[in-house]
């Protein structure tokens, strides 16, 4: 294959050098590895060097066979990557919705004016530049202990880190000396899931462990009742153990609700093989965090759980892809699934009982639409993470268009107990159209955020009660459901029930659990304007309903809050109706689909822009 190679561009020592450690090193550099280890070899490029060459370029599409011009393709597709020299250390300063009520914008502005604006790479004393500098980010799933910093650095001993609760002094103090330790201790259990600080609590599933355990101790786990739900599924058998699974009523956790032991059945039943099993790990909606606090603090349970899938529904290997922003729940998977390799309950002969498992960890580079399961694959495979077509669906055609299950993080944990509970007794919680415990990102102007398990069936209310209230005993002025994906509902809608049909009846939706309050204090008009611009950064840009739809949406956003609308407010507000109606009806995925929900509930219930 001619390549065409860039011309003149050639790589470093220490370029090539990050390259062989991320594919190994070969006495035959033109005999190509898979491009599926294009996001890998990124990374560690990144990682090494801080920033992506055209030389560096040149020796991936070498290694990979793949023409620099479609790495490149790939490489600018994600934030966390950059093809410009940039400093080796900088601080991504969340400035998105569940941080702004927590102050995220005077962080901003105290750094702007210590610092100088997002970009700027700060000096020594002798006018030499320094080597980091500060940005504005997207969400960084820290909700509940915002505002939050991701610092990302490069070089040999790299280390991306988090600060949580963060001021100007200590983002200033990471960037003068990013090798220190974190200022702010790691998230803790009963920190980011409050209920865990009683160990008695009742009805705690999928959190019972939290706070309990050493998440990086197997025999911790497995001393709290680990891999008893593995060694029941390899008696039960796959059969039987989908069964129980359907029997269950358990359906998806991430947002669209799909009927989890279908979902096993059609990929255990499909002819083609081999199966995959892909475990997606991507919580990019604002507001949303519960999947991390759970590989956090019990990283077991997920590949316990991931292990009982693939087995049953003849998957051979299944694929982590965690969030590029979770530097700690990246570091504990890692531990966790090496753990368990090493004692036989990953590999060629899970538990001695025949069958083969095992997982490979795969870490996004911040792009929101990787969540989506086909875009998902794209960006395992190598490609542009852009949604494909459907159908066929993942069941018949997913990652390397093979049959693929995919689930997300708490919908896999939740299956440990039904293995070892049944699936009627699972079932039983809950209401009739909504099984099981629920958890919930309760986030914004609460007394306590963080994440809460309850029965479906729980009321918004008793919810808000749970996590203490507002703060500072306020006033609430709204509460957003699911996400910048969701919607608003009024104070006067919080005994509205928390189950698929409830949320969905009250035109609103669970999504991803995320419950964000907003007090009298914050300006709604802002958070609005922040969502419509997080939707025209993220759209992937590939149809056109999207890509032209987000930016008008966001254009009309802006004027609209800045007092300068065309025409008058009437005609801002159709035209925001009429780019909504296009997007829902004509965009590929459900970004494009549902990137105007939040925004039309605020404009029509709250009467935002009136």
């Given at each position: ?17 990050a390259?062989d ?24 490029l ?63 502005r ?20 320094r ?62 899931a ?6 008695r609590?009742?009805g ?11 998440p990086?101790s ?5 001393a709290?009742?680990?891999y008893?739900?593995l ?38 039943r ?5 199966h995959?099993?892909?475990c ?21 349970a997920?590949?316990e759980a991931?292990t ?19 530097p ?14 090493a004692?036989?309950l ?6 001695g ?7 490979e960890?795969?870490r ?7 969540g ?12 542009r ?10 069941v ?25 509970e ?9 209401t009739?159209?909504?099984a ?22 729980a009321t918004?209310r008793?919810l808000i ?7 500072d ?8 459901l ?12 919080l005994?509205?029930?928390?189950t ?8 609103a939706t ?8 907003f007090?009298?204090r914050?300006d709604?008009?802002?958070i ?44 801002e507000?159709?035209l925001?109706?009429?780019?909504a ?5 004509a ?6 689909q ?17």
């Open positions: 294959m001619d390549l065409h190679l860039i011309p003149g561009a050639v790589p470093t020592a220490d370029e090539r050098a390259i450690e991320a594919l190994g090193r070969t006495s035959n550099p033109t005999q190509p590895v898979s491009r599926n280890r294009l996001l890998p070899v990124l990374h560690a990144q990682s090494r060097i801080g920033w992506i060459s055209e030389g560096a370029l040149n020796a991936v599409a070498e290694r990979l066979s793949v023409p620099p011009a479609e790495a490149y393709g790939v490489a600018t597709f994600y934030a966390m990557f950059s093809l410009e020299r940039r400093p080796p250390v900088v601080a991504h300063v969340c400035d998105d919705i569940a941080c702004r009520v927590n102050g995220a914008e005077a962080l901003c105290a750094l702007q004016e210590h610092v100088g604006p997002p970009g700027t790479t700060l000096r020594d004393s002798e006018g030499q530049e080597v980091s500098a500060w940005v504005r980010s997207p969400c960084l799933g820290l909700c509940e202990r915002g505002p939050a910093v991701l610092l990302q650095t490069s070089g040999r001993e790299a280390a991306d880190w988090t600060l949580t609760a963060a001021n100007s002094d200590d983002v200033i103090a990471a960037l003068a000396d990013p090798t220190r330790p974190p200022m702010a201790p790691a998230i803790t259990g009963p920190v980011s409050p209920q865990t600080k009683d160990p609590a009742p705690l599933r999928l959190l019972r462990r939290v706070g309990l355990i050493d990086d197997l025999d911790d786990y497995r709290q009742g680990g008893a739900a060694r029941r599924s390899l008696v039960l058998g796959p059969e039987r153990t989908i069964r129980e699974v359907t029997d269950s009523r358990l359906v998806g956790r991430g947002g669209a609700a799909f009927p989890t032991g279908r979902k096993w059945e059609a990929v255990a499909g002819p083609v093989r081999p995959y099993l892909v997606n790990a991507d919580e990019s909606e604002p507001g949303t965090f519960k999947d991390r606090v759970l590989m956090e603090e019990d990283p077991f997920l590949i991931m009982i899938a693939g087995v049953a529904t003849g998957c051979e290997v299944g694929f982590l892809y965690i969030r590029g922003e979770y700690t729940a990246t570091r504990r998977l890692q531990s966790a699934i090496q753990q368990a390799r004692r036989g990953l590999g060629r002969n899970v538990l009982a025949g069958v083969e498992f095992d997982i960890l795969r996004g580079a911040g792009a929101y639409i990787c989506e399961e086909t875009a998902l694959f794209n960006s395992i495979e190598g490609y993470g852009e949604p494909r077509n459907k159908p066929p669906f993942p018949q055609s997913g990652l390397f268009g093979k049959p693929t299950v995919v689930n997300n993080v708490e919908t896999l944990v939740s299956v440990l107990d039904i293995v070892l049944g699936g009627l007794p699972f079932s039983r919680t809950g009739s159209g909504s099981g415990t629920k958890l919930f990102c309760v986030s914004g102007s609460v007394r306590e955020p963080g994440v809460y398990e309850v029965p479906f069936g918004l008793e009660d749970l996590a203490g209230g507002v703060r005993g306020r006033a609430l002025q709204a509460v957003l699911g996400g910048a994906a969701g919607a608003f509902v009024t104070p006067a809608e005994d509205m029930p928390l698929l049909e409830g949320t969905r009846a009250a035109g669970l999504g991803s659990g995320v419950v964000m309050l007090d009298d914050v709604l008009a802002d609005v304007t922040r969502i419509a611009r997080f939707f025209r950064d993220e759209s992937c840009g590939q149809c056109v309903p999207c890509r032209v739809g987000t930016l008008r949406q966001e254009e009309a956003v802006h004027r609209l809050a800045h007092g300068r609308p065309f025409g008058g407010r009437e005609s507000l159709a925001i109706d009429d780019v109606q296009v997007m829902r009806d965009s590929i995925c459900g970004l494009g549902t990137a105007s929900g939040a925004l039309q509930t605020a404009i029509r219930k709250l009467r935002v822009f009136a």
